[in-house]
């Protein structure tokens, strides 16, 4: 006699791991077009559309804008719906500032801890940044410039401080780009 094996637990992990899947693939994209400003600016997110839009369930567009909420790059109100979250001057300064002292108030304990390791990395985030601008890749950019911040954060070691700085990056980032009026010279900005 064969004994039966019961595949559905294999079958659901397979299934929730393509819907972890799908829903980094739309929260990718979505922040990308908040933070290059195509989503403009208290416009409306309408889940109905959205999972139309990327082909997927409404539970997966959720998920999404859950995590896009939890940054700040959208505004969740219960029976009112989503929208994508202002970009104020205001808020950028003070995340800037925030951004600078958290930087410099780390910078010792970075220095005690860093290694070859993290040379290599930053050297790597570097390359990529510069490949980013030659490709006139604004976000590319934008994402490995934070990439690059985090692996610093990380590397000293402040596993609480390493996210209020992710969503200072994410927030300084979109404003720049929102707000800078014309093309700017992604290879200075890369470098700088």
Request: aromatic fraction near 4%.
């Amino acid at each position: 006699m064969v004994a039966k094996t019961d595949n559905s637990h294999a079958d659901t992990s397979v299934v929730a791991r393509s819907s972890e899947r799908r829903s980094e693939t739309v929260f990718g994209e979505l922040q990308r077009e908040i933070v290059l400003g195509i989503a403009q600016p208290e416009s409306a997110l309408i889940e109905l559309e959205l999972a139309k839009r990327f082909d997927c369930s409404q539970s997966t567009i959720r998920e999404a804008l859950m995590r896009l909420n939890e940054e700040g790059l959208v505004t969740r109100l219960p029976r009112r719906g989503t929208s994508v979250a202002q970009c104020r001057p205001y808020d950028a300064r003070v995340l800037i500032e925030l951004r600078l002292k958290i930087e410099c108030d780390s910078i010792d304990r970075l220095m005690h801890r860093a290694d070859g390791d993290l040379e290599t990395v930053l050297h790597g985030r570097l390359n990529d940044m510069r490949n980013a601008a030659r490709d006139s890749d604004e976000y590319g950019l934008a994402a490995y410039d934070r990439s690059f911040h985090t692996a610093l954060f990380e590397a000293a070691d402040l596993p609480l401080v390493t996210p209020i700085l992710r969503r200072c990056l994410i927030h300084v980032h979109r404003f720049k780009i929102m707000k800078s009026g014309q093309v700017r010279d992604l290879e200075e900005t890369a470098e700088r």
